[in-house]
T-cell receptor, first 113, second 109 residues
Framework: DTGVSQDPRHKITKRGQNVTFRCDPI?????LYWYRQTLGQGPEFLTY????????KSRLLSDRFSAERPKGSFSTLEIQRTEQGDSAMYLC???????????FGEGSRLTVL | EDQVTQSPEALRLQEGESSSLNCSYT??????LFWYRQDPGKGPEFLFT???AGEEKEKERLKATLTKKESFLHITAPKPEDSATYLC??????????FGGGTRLMVKP
């Protein structure tokens, strides 16, 4: 399967711990996006990369959130000092620059106790 | 700021009962309007892109239409397997998608 893959699918952590999610995009795509989705809501944009450049990060929810995409391949989203309000599904998507058709992964569900 | 509003929030249909989902939007410089399907616990799955008013796209029992202010997703003779959340999104010049809250569709046999 050559779709977008995310790891881990589920993460349970205690408040105050750091967590990191990984996303492997479709290899031909040069854009990679991170979204957050809470129960009953649509996905909320966080940040995106074009190749290895992070072109928009003002929507990251706080300075506890950071994302990287070394060498323009996979990406990681890190949340430091997690809070219960961070509990959500974190979705990764990829696309070609020329289209807005995003292809999403299955998501990483975070539960902060 | 780009905004997308979907209605109704939830819709229950009997199998075979056709209906429509609404997506109202405001965006500076619409590049495209997108419909996605999302099953519980899964990521959204791409359905359609519409680029200009008057455009229509069809896929099986689904038909999407676009005007200058809203889009409709028409579901003809739905089946239980059509049960899902349907998400609408708009993209601006930066090709970033802004999503609506979704319509949760349940089709009963």
């Amino acid at each position: 399967d050559t779709g977008v893959s995310q790891d881990p699918r589920h993460k349970i952590t205690k408040r105050g711990q750091n967590v990191t999610f990984r996303c492997d995009p479709i290899s031909e795509h040069n854009r990679l996006y991170w979204y957050r989705q809470t129960l009953g809501q649509g996905p909320e944009f966080l940040t995106y990369f074009q190749n290895e450049a992070q072109l928009e990060k003002s929507r990251l929810l706080s300075d506890r959130f950071s994302a990287e995409r070394p060498k323009g391949s996979f990406s990681t989203l890190e949340i430091q000092r997690t809070e219960q309000g961070d509990s959500a599904m974190y979705l990764c998507a990829s696309s070609f620059v020329s289209t807005g058709e995003l292809f999403f992964g299955e998501g990483s569900r975070l539960t902060v106790l | 700021e780009d905004q997308v509003t979907q209605s109704p929030e939830a819709l229950r249909l009997q199998e075979g009962e056709s209906s429509s989902l609404n997506c109202s939007y405001t965006v500076s410089g619409l590049r495209g309007l997108f419909w996605y399907r999302q099953d519980p616990g899964k990521g959204p799955e791409f359905l359609f892109t519409l680029y200009s008013a008057g455009e229509e796209k069809e896929k099986e029992r689904l038909k999407a239409t676009l005007t200058k202010k809203e889009s409709f997703l028409h579901i003809t003779a739905p089946k239980p397997e059509d049960s899902a959340t349907y998400l609408c999104a708009v993209s601006n010049a930066g090709n970033m998608l802004t999503f609506g809250g979704g319509t949760r569709l349940m089709v009963k046999p």
